[in-house]
């Protein structure tokens, strides 16, 4: 099996841009399809891209996906940063089993 | 609206059994791959198991294997994970989630609000 690895935490100020990655340890980022989901403390996660950068509906344009085979990396792009934004955020791919990042807090302050 | 509620947490003693259940509506639950995900208090998410539309394939993370078995009752719109052999370390919540996706296993949309197990004497 493989594992994700993200960055423990990232911060940044309101209305800027952030980006988070994760990393895939074996295997082609490109093989499975990577997704991202938000959880904001004392709530269920909830999807915020899947299939490495499509959007559910509701969410906003601020957010996009996309993943980079020269890192073997995958990334989560928020843009115009909310104070509500503010969670843990999670990347999740898979192969026979299902695996996720340890999670990454974004902090807007 | 769709709509999953977990129930069937609490207190267990190490070496004993809990049954998880996950009543579903608001979709046509015999049509996808539901899920069991678990989160250690503090820690992060990891997958437990997963079952397919019929119930007649499932997959479980190497740390479940042999004590967890997860089904499902399509005519109820119920999911269930039988919990054997507790341990410390299965101490979570668990979250029921549906995939996000009819024809898809692979990712979780929506998730339910969860139900904390807590495994200690």
């Known amino acids: 099996n493989f594992m994700l690895t993200q960055p423990h935490s990232v911060s940044e100020s309101p209305g800027k841009t952030v980006t988070i990655s994760c990393t895939r340890s074996?295997?082609?980022?490109?093989?499975?399809?990577v997704q991202w989901y938000q959880q904001r403390p004392g709530s269920a996660p909830t999807t915020v891209i899947y299939?490495?950068?499509?959007?559910p509906s509701g969410v906003p344009d601020r957010f996009s996906g996309s993943i980079d085979s020269s890192s073997n990396s995958a990334s989560l792009t928020i843009s115009g940063l909310k104070t509500e934004d503010e969670a843990d955020y999670y990347c999740q791919s898979y192969d026979s089993s299902i695996v996720f990042g340890g999670g990454t807090k974004l902090t807007v302050l | 609206e769709v709509q999953l509620v977990e129930s069937g947490g609490g207190l267990v003693q190490p070496g004993g059994s809990l049954r998880l259940s996950c009543a579903a509506s608001g979709f046509t639950f015999s049509s996808y791959w539901m899920h069991w995900v678990r989160q250690a208090p503090g820690k992060g998410l990891v997958w437990v198991s997963r079952?397919?539309?019929?119930?007649?394939?499932?997959s479980y993370a190497d740390s479940v294997k042999g004590r967890f078995t997860i089904s499902r009752d399509n005519a109820k719109n119920t999911l269930y994970l039988q919990m054997n052999s507790l341990r410390a370390e299965d101490t979570a919540v668990y979250y029921c989630?549906?995939?996000?996706?009819?024809?898809?296993?692979?990712?979780?949309?929506?998730w339910g609000q969860g139900t904390l197990v807590t495994v200690s004497s």
């Open positions: 079952i397919n539309s019929d119930g007649s394939s499932t």
């Open positions: 074996s295997g082609s980022i490109a093989s499975n399809y």
């Open positions: 989630a549906r995939d996000g996706d009819s024809s898809s296993w692979y990712w979780f949309d929506p």
């Open positions: 299939e490495d950068n499509q959007r």
